[in-house]
């Protein structure tokens, strides 16, 4: 039986506590690239939020639904963790506070590839005060450079007496352990209604998952000439036929000279980044995706309120 299945069948198991139906909204917090993202993709088992190796690439509350027999996790990843002056870092981390606060469980993801400093004290501190509501992922353990020892030494220098039963080793990529993640968080999750129909995995805008498409494909190009330097706006979204819709988009970067890097030679660099998201389009929805693709300037975004209002909305 593969893990996909296991997780719709969940819960049937005979070893499983008699319960009703469970509905929770669950915070995922962890460093840059701890693998939230993929988690929370590997959970769901569909495609809901970019996945690239490049740190910070979560910028909205992206919200990712598992139904099981057991009930309903609504995920609700936050973004990148960071202690920065720079005003998006700040924004992001606000949010990250609030979506603690207001979440009925919390997953802690933790990579144990990687060191545990300062911006992991940071984000576990942040946790501390809600520890009854946590759970907590090592992840990458199939990962050769996994020291899942020293995590776990992090986890009890923070937590003192944190609960055996909710510290889990998984490898989100290769999808072991998940389960034991879901496992764990429903027992957390308080006994009440559906918040979403259960059709339903993610309840983003079509528009914002489209500009995350083509945000996703222009990265895994350009992550090495222009690491963060690109937000992707939908300048018109319109449904023409019942299975077609047409968008027109802009890949906007902050200086002129980084135009032609996105275009490339001959425009090969911007119609590879649009045939492939037309591409993943299709994975995703029923109906086909039109996409008009250009490069636009816009001088210091980032330092722009109105823009970092539009992502962050
Ligand atoms: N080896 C290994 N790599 C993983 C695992 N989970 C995630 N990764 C990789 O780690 C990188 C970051 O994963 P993401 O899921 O984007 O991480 P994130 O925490 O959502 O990152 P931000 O959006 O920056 O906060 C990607 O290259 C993933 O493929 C895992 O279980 N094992």
């Known amino acids: 039986m593969s893990e996909n299945e296991l997780k719709v069948n969940y819960g049937t198991e005979d070893d499983l506590p008699p319960v009703g139906p469970k509905t929770a909204l669950v915070s995922i917090i962890g460093r840059p690239s701890a693998g939230k993202s993929t988690f929370l993709n590997t959970a769901s088992g569909e495609k809901i939020s970019i996945v690239s190796s490049v740190p910070q690439t979560t910028r909205n509350a992206i919200k990712g639904i598992v139904n099981t027999s057991l009930g309903q996790l609504v995920f609700v990843d936050t973004p990148g963790l960071h202690q920065s002056d720079k005003k998006l870092n700040l924004k992001l981390t606000k949010i990250a506070q609030d979506q603690i606060a207001d979440s009925d469980v919390i997953l802690y993801i933790i990579d144990s590839t990687r060191t545990h400093e300062e911006e992991e004290c940071i984000i576990a501190n942040m946790a501390k005060p809600f520890v009854k509501k946590l759970v907590i992922a090592i992840n990458k353990i199939e990962d050769p450079a996994a020291d899942v020892k020293d995590a776990r030494d992090f986890v009890k220098r923070i937590f003192a007496d944190f609960p055996e039963d909710r510290i889990i ?48 494909q222009a990265m895994n190009r350009l992550e090495q000439e222009l690491p963060h330097c690109i937000y992707v706006n939908i300048d018109h979204i319109e449904m023409k036929k019942a299975n077609l819709l047409s968008v027109r988009a802009s890949i906007c970067v902050e200086r002129e000279s980084q135009k032609g890097i996105v275009i490339g030679k001959g425009a090969s660099k911007i119609k590879e980044i649009r045939v492939e998201s037309i591409k993943a389009c299709r994975k995703i929805f029923d109906y086909r995706v ?24």
């Open 290 to 313: 039109d996409l008009d693709l250009q490069v636009k300037v816009d001088k210091n975004w980032r330092q722009k309120d109105f823009v970092l209002n539009k992502l962050l909305k």
């Open 169 to 216: 080793e998984m490898s989100a990529k290769e999808d072991k352990n998940v389960n034991d993640v879901l496992r764990a968080l429903y027992a957390l999750s308080p006994e009440a209604p559906k918040l979403y129909p259960e059709e339903y995995y993610t309840d983003q805008e079509v528009d914002f998952r489209i500009a995350e498409i083509i945000r996703e």
